[in-house]
């Protein structure tokens, strides 16, 4: 049983850990608050079912409930949501930006873009829930008393990929140097001879694919519906913050802690309390270690 | 003398388009040569820096770089035409390792920089030792040591600081301005505002004295620096080290 939610806890903070990247990239590299993140996952995930609906998920692969073509969706998903992350930069922030305005007014137009961004969502696909695939599905058993879907191991598995990719892209490439060297001080940067508009725009195009992979994630477990990401957008910025916003380590284990934590609290308070855990988890860092678990007292 | 590289006549620069701090400074360097920028607190010295590195607005007078119009191009820009700057404070990425710092000095480079990291290597020999850690582990001197080389990665013509001593020990203010007389004599320009006025003119070329927002006086350092007038008002105070 412990077990069991323990695997839980890793699959959904694997989920979170993806959207909690862009969150953090927001707050590091372009210094607001992004709370239309999560509507960047539901479009990566209504991005993806348009291709599915398409070409079909595909038959399925090894003991995948889908084919190459949900592959080739996500794919697709996790560009074109990089595009409208960057779209919607061009349309509101950048202006913003420009106009020299202060981060809250940055805050206030993402609530404002989350708003247009959910409601397109229901405007065109209807407020009813989808699925890329109803192929039924057996649980295996990975380890004594912890099964898992063959389709959540894909995901899990995925998701170490992704990260260990980006980790590595951050490291190593230059792009990803001037990331960081962005985020800590745009002015040197620039006096580097970064061009921060550049690095902006890859930041939102990075931001976007990214939240659209979790996005599909969230869709494949296992349905997709139009609050699928604003139902977690606490989770992303409670997993963000508890991992301080300093760096992507910090985001992914903030991610699983958060995941972690709502899949055990079920064994101290009833389980309909699971979707207050990151409220709580954010009172909680914010109480008692305010930079975050790997973040720097400034 | 060589000709000047870098010609900056009547600028007329701020923060704000409407509230000008430099109201028409001009100033030029060649290369080879040191030049200092002094003046009292206010003088607007480094908003003349900053701009002529396109990092505030020039809103009248005219740069060139070897004889090209550079007024108001974007500071990436400038950095890739070989104007390199070195800030005040926060002039190094702290959280970023002393090599990961150089490779972002030479972001506007294209194609290899193994050879530039080796030369500023081998001209700082104490940051190869620390090479992949942070640099928030160095010294203040290190820390300007780092700074320095990471203008250089873009192999500049003219590398203009702004108080490159600021807070650092008596002992490693010589350092660095060793380091600048060294860099220098390779044939690059450099230009400096310093609050360290004589021990900074003792090994400049020329000096450019500054108060409130123009041009007071300027001309050989060693003539500034025998001008009893001007070390009264701009020199006194502030003992050589």
Redesign the interface.
């Known amino acids: 049983m412990l077990a069991q939610s323990l695997a839980d806890g890793i699959l959904t903070g694997a989920i979170i850990a993806l959207g909690a990247i862009g969150v953090s990239f927001g707050l590091q590299i372009l210094k607001f608050a992004n709370f239309a993140h999560s509507e960047l996952l539901t479009w990566g995930a209504y991005l993806a079912l348009v291709f599915v609906a398409f070409a079909g998920p595909g038959t399925p692969t090894a003991e995948l409930s889908f084919g190459w073509q949900m592959m080739a969706a996500m794919l697709l998903a996790a560009l074109l949501t990089g595009g409208l992350a960057w779209l919607v930069d061009l349309l509101i922030f950048r202006r913003l930006r420009r106009m020299g305005s202060h981060p809250m007014s940055l805050v206030f137009a993402a609530f404002g873009a989350a708003l247009v961004m959910r409601h397109v969502v229901v405007l065109i696909w209807g407020h009813g829930t989808h699925f890329y695939t109803r192929e039924l599905q057996i649980a295996i058993e990975v380890l004594p008393g912890v099964r898992m879907l063959p389709d959540q191991i894909f995901i899990l598995g995925l998701a170490i990929v992704i990260v260990v990719a980006l980790h590595l892209y951050l490291t190593y490439s230059?792009t990803g140097?001037?990331m960081?060297?962005m985020?800590?001080?745009p002015?040197?940067?620039?006096?580097?001879?970064?061009?921060?508009e550049n690095v902006i725009r890859w930041t939102w195009i990075l931001s976007g694919g990214l939240a659209a992979m979790a996005g599909v994630f969230l869709g494949l477990t296992p349905q997709l519906h139009p609050e699928m990401g604003f139902s977690l957008l606490l989770a992303l910025f409670a997993a963000s913050i508890l991992g301080g916003t300093?760096s992507l380590a910090g985001a992914v284990i903030g991610g699983l802690l958060v995941g972690l934590a709502e899949n055990l609290s079920v064994f101290l308070i009833g389980s309909g309390y699971k979707t207050a855990m990151p409220f709580l988890v954010l009172l909680l860092v914010l109480f008692f270690r305010p930079q975050g678990l790997f973040g720097e007292k400034s | 003398m060589s000709e000047p590289i870098l010609i900056a006549r009547d600028i007329v620069a701020g923060y704000a388009p409407d509230l000008p701090i430099v109201h028409g400074v001009s100033a030029d360097i060649a290369p080879g040569e040191v030049v200092t920028i002094i003046g009292p607190n206010g003088a607007g010295k480094s908003t003349f820096v900053k701009a002529l590195?396109g990092?505030l607005p020039i809103s009248g007078g005219r740069v060139t770089l070897g004889g090209r119009d550079i007024t108001g191009r974007p500071?990436?820009a400038l950095?890739?035409d070989g104007i390199a700057?070195?800030?005040q404070t926060?002039?190094?990425?702290?959280?970023?390792t002393i090599h990961?710092n150089l490779?972002?000095?030479g972001?506007?480079v294209r194609g290899d920089l193994r050879s530039r990291l080796e030369r500023s290597y081998a001209m700082f020999p104490e940051l190869a030792a620390k090479r992949n850690q942070r640099a928030r582990v160095l010294s203040g001197g290190q820390r300007q040591m780092l700074a320095i080389g990471?203008a250089l990665m873009?192999n500049p013509s003219v590398v203009v600081l702004d108080e490159p001593t600021a807070g650092l020990a008596p002992k490693v203010v010589g350092e660095v301005f060793v380091e600048l007389r060294r860099l220098a004599t390779s044939g690059v320009a450099v230009l400096m505002v310093e609050q360290n006025a004589r021990a900074a003119l003792a090994i400049s070329d020329r000096g450019c004295v500054l108060a409130e927002g123009r041009n007071r006086a300027g001309g050989r350092a060693a003539d500034l620096l025998a001008d009893t007038v001007l070390a009264e008002a701009f020199l006194g105070g502030r003992k050589a080290h």
Do not use: K, Q
């Not at chain 2, 926060?90 to 970023?96: E, P, Q, R």
């Open positions: 230059r140097m001037a960081r060297a985020a800590e001080s002015s040197l940067a620039r006096a580097c001879g970064i061009e921060v300093g | 590195v990092l500071a990436h950095v890739a700057f070195v800030p926060a002039n190094i990425f702290a959280s970023l990961e490779v972002v000095g972001h506007t990471r873009t």
